[in-house]
Structures are given as structure tokens and as C-alpha cells.
């Protein structure tokens, strides 16, 4: 199916869901009569409503809008790197984190306007309305830069029955770090060959570690050494798994579906809907459990999707921020959290996500001939409650995702020692991070 086939790509698939900011009394005054919109295809027309307010509300202001379609991601997002860091491109730009490799380090470069000046209490900014965490993912030396629009969590998900089958340790794998080391020790038994089932979300797992992967600010890489050492050794029995997705018929249902055949112990969901399917597949003959990837001991590490962002030397800041304004009202935001599998920032469109989340679940595995049952309410009231308080929120970075994992590889593949492979990619770090 070809729903199953896109599903697979999660989490690089680009969705670009933006969230709701609502500020009463703000104006476009002072603004410059144009203004550029930047934004993916396949969001044009959902969009289209509220461009169309926007021309009808201010139509002082000269519109264009510029689209690229998911053929052209890489392209698209690479030309408009080289025209922000030229100090050209559109004014509001709709981004994908995965699509523009290193947020952090663009942040870095200045190539973005604060919001500081908009996110105030007298502008009608109202914290308490948002995911904090994620939001302020977005701030870089203290200042915000981009706003995070939606986030995913990815977490482990099996079977409670399953993993007492083989002595799997809930207790040890409280933290990312201990979490890889019980996973791995696995491998040592009789059914290494079926641990994981999709497990690519794993990819950044230096960045889920307690502390700081890259400082920016400081120009270096962090982590106790002992600890990503740790994990490193950990993740040599898993990454050969980690580049497989053996779903099978059914796409995440048909994960859950293995685990309760035992074809697999362990799956890695990335988002909503990616998590409750396989969860209420497990939940017709057993117990569906979490393990979340955490930073330490308390809240769960969560990756942002999309952001979006204003262009440092736009002449019409608040026209932009008029246009997110529109374009990320309440209404739109809680529609798209309808067909997201991301998580939006804005509690309210979280609150109506859940409402309708496990419903459309059991509908959509009628449809497909999936038997299906509601997971639980203790299952749902802990996965929302992981959902809705991330300890830490990550730009997942291609820096991580395959520097790291190149310069590695000959660890992994037990081809080369920890040492000369961690010193390599501190040596890249030295000059990336000095660029």
C-alpha cells in the first residue's frame, strides 16, 4: 500500500505543520509593501485559506508566495541556505529540521530575526499555552531565533509479556544510555536476530545522551566520554539493525503484529499515529509498553519537525509575523494536528489530537483488516503524559545522524578502536564547528 510505503520514510518524511500564535493588538505598521512566503507543495493548498485572509486583511502588502515541491527538497532548502547566508531569500520561511541539516549552526550564523520583540506579554504572548521545552528549542544564546511549530518523541514500544519472556530489565533502562546497554545485551542470547523491528529514529542517539552532544557556543563537543563511549559500545550490536525496516504487511500495525508473533521484541515509533498503531495491535492478546529515549532520569528527549522562521534583514518583520499570525491560528493549527503524525506546541490542538487520535486508529485497522483494540487507558494516560512534557527538545541534525555514524563505522563494524574513531570526528568538529 502506498500509505504503508510513506509511513516507512517517517521520520524523514517532511511535513511542514506549523503551530498556533495568537496576539491580540499587534500591526503591520511600519512594514514594507511586499512580502515573501516560502513554503512546501504539498502545504499550498492547505494554506490556501489563510493566504487568502491575509491578502484581504492587508492588501497594501504584495504577496508571493514560493513553493517548492518534496522532489526538490534538498535543492530547494540548499539554494535557500546560500540566499539567507547572502542575506537574500524570502522574508518567512517554512522549514523542515531534517531538510536544512544543522539548525543549530544556522542559528549560529545569524541568519534569522529574533522574535523576542513579538513574544511578549503586551503583544498577547501567552506562555502557558504552549509546550514550553519545545518552543524554546528554538532560542540560541538566549535569544529566540526560530519558532519550533511541532515535534516528535520517539520511544520503544513492546510488549509487557514479551520482554519478561527475555528478561528484558525495565528497571536498568531508565536513560538512553542504559536503555542501549540492556537492548544490546540482547544480542548475546538465542534471539539476537529478532530484536528490532524499525529502528532508524535511533540514528542521533548522541544527542538523546544526558548533557550536551555539540556546543555551538563554545565550539566543542560535549558528553562525559565515558558515557558516549558507553553508548557507542552499545549501539555496535545495533547498528546493522538500525538500517533494516521489516514492518511487513500492515506497515506499524503489522510491527505490532510481530512482537505478539515474537518476530520481533522492539519497535521505534516516531509519531502519533506511528505509536498507536502498533500499540493497539499489541493490546488484542497483551500489554503494550513504553520506553522512552530520556536525557537523564526524568522526562523524555523529543526532536523538533518543522519551525519556521523570518529572514534577519526582512524589510517587514511584522508583516511576516502577521502572516504566521494567520496562518498558525488556533483553528488551522488543531485541524492540522488532525492529519499530522507530529505533535503540536499548542496545548489546545494537543488536547483535540487526543480526543480523536485512538478512534481514527481502530477505524483506519478496520479498514485495512487489522484487528485492532483501544491500548488502554493507562497506556494512553502515560504516553500523553511522555507527549506533552519532553525534558529536552533536540534539533536531530545531519551532523550526528551521518558524520558521527561514518566516522564510527569502523568502530561499529569492529574494523577500528573508540579512540581513533571518536578523535577523527573531533577533528572534523574542530574545523565544522570553526566554519
Not at 503591520?28 to 499550498?44: I, K, M, P, R, W
Not at 514560493?66 to 540566499?83: A, G
Not at 529502528?199 to 563554545?218: C, H, V
Amino acid at each position: 500500500m502506498e500509505i504503508t510505503k510513506a509511513l516507512r520514510k517517517i521520520p524523514f518524511l517532511p511535513v511542514f505543520i506549523l503551530i498556533s500564535v495568537f496576539f491580540a493588538g499587534s500591526s503591520v505598521q511600519g512594514a514594507e509593501d511586499s512580502l515573501t512566503l516560502f513554503l512546501g507543495s504539498d502545504q499550498e493548498s492547505y494554506y490556501a485559506p489563510g493566504i487568502e485572509e491575509f491578502r484581504q486583511k492587508y492588501p497594501e502588502v504584495e504577496l508571493t508566495v514560493e513553493v517548492y515541491s518534496l522532489n526538490e527538497l534538498v535543492f530547494s532548502q540548499e539554494k535557500i541556505k546560500t540566499q539567507l547566508m547572502a542575506g537574500e531569500g524570502p522574508d518567512l520561511l517554512l522549514l523542515d529540521s531534517m531538510g536544512t541539516d544543522d539548525v543549530e549552526k544556522l542559528l549560529k550564523s545569524g541568519v534569522f530575526a529574533p522574535l523576542d520583540t513579538f513574544m511578549t506579554e503586551e503583544n498577547g504572548w501567552d506562555a502557558s499555552q504552549y509546550v514550553m521545552p519545545a518552543i524554546e528549542a528554538g532560542r540560541f544564546d538566549g535569544i529566540q531565533y526560530v519558532m519550533p511549530l511541532n515535534y516528535r518523541m520517539p520511544m520503544f514500544l513492546s510488549s509487557k509479556e514479551a520482554l519478561e519472556e527475555i528478561g528484558f530489565s525495565m528497571e536498568a533502562a531508565q536513560d538512553t544510555g542504559s536503555l542501549l546497554q540492556e537492548i544490546s545485551s540482547l544480542y548475546e542470547k538465542e534471539h539476537k536476530d529478532r530484536i528490532l523491528l524499525e529502528a532508524s529514529g535511533l540514528m542521533p542517539f548522541p544527542q538523546f545522551l544526558e548533557g550536551k552532544f555539540l556546543d555551538y557556543e563554545a565550539g566543542t563537543i560535549g558528553l562525559d566520554s565515558q558515557a558516549l563511549q558507553n553508548a557507542c559500545e552499545a549501539f555496535k550490536n545495533l547498528h546493522l539493525e538500525t538500517q533494516e525496516t521489516s514492518l511487513g504487511e500492515g506497515g506499524y500495525y503489522g510491527s505490532g503484529v510481530k512482537i505478539l508473533e515474537r518476530e520481533g521484541y522492539l519497535t521505534l515509533p516516531t509519531g502519533i499515529n506511528t505509536m498507536l498503531m502498533p500499540a493497539s495491535a499489541i493490546a488484542v492478546q497483551e500489554t503494550p509498553v513504553l520506553l522512552p529515549l530520556r536525557a537523564g532520569k526524568e522526562g523524555a528527549v523529543a526532536e523538533v519537525a518543522q519551525y519556521a522562521g523570518i529572514r534577519a534583514n526582512s524589510e517587514n518583520p511584522e508583516a511576516a509575523w502577521k502572516m504566521l499570525e494567520i496562518l498558525l491560528g488556533e483553528e488551522m493549527q488543531k485541524a492540522a494536528a488532525q492529519v499530522s503524525i507530529t505533535m503540536p506546541v499548542l496545548i489546545s490542538a494537543q488536547e483535540a489530537k487526543k480526543e480523536t487520535a485512538v478512534s481514527q486508529t481502530l477505524e483506519d485497522a478496520k479498514a485495512e483488516g487489522v484487528q485492532a483494540v483501544s491500548p488502554g487507558e493507562d497506556f494512553l494516560e502515560e504516553y500523553w503524559n511522555i507527549l506533552r512534557n519532553p525534558e529536552k527538545v533536540i534539533f536531530a541534525n545531519s551532523v550526528c545522524m551521518l558524520e558521527f555514524y561514518s566516522r564510527m563505522l569502523p568502530f561499529y563494524e569492529g574494523q577500528g578502536t573508540y579512540e581513533d574513531c571518536i578523535q577523527d570526528f573531533e577533528s572534523y568538529i574542530q574545523i565544522y564547528l570553526s566554519e
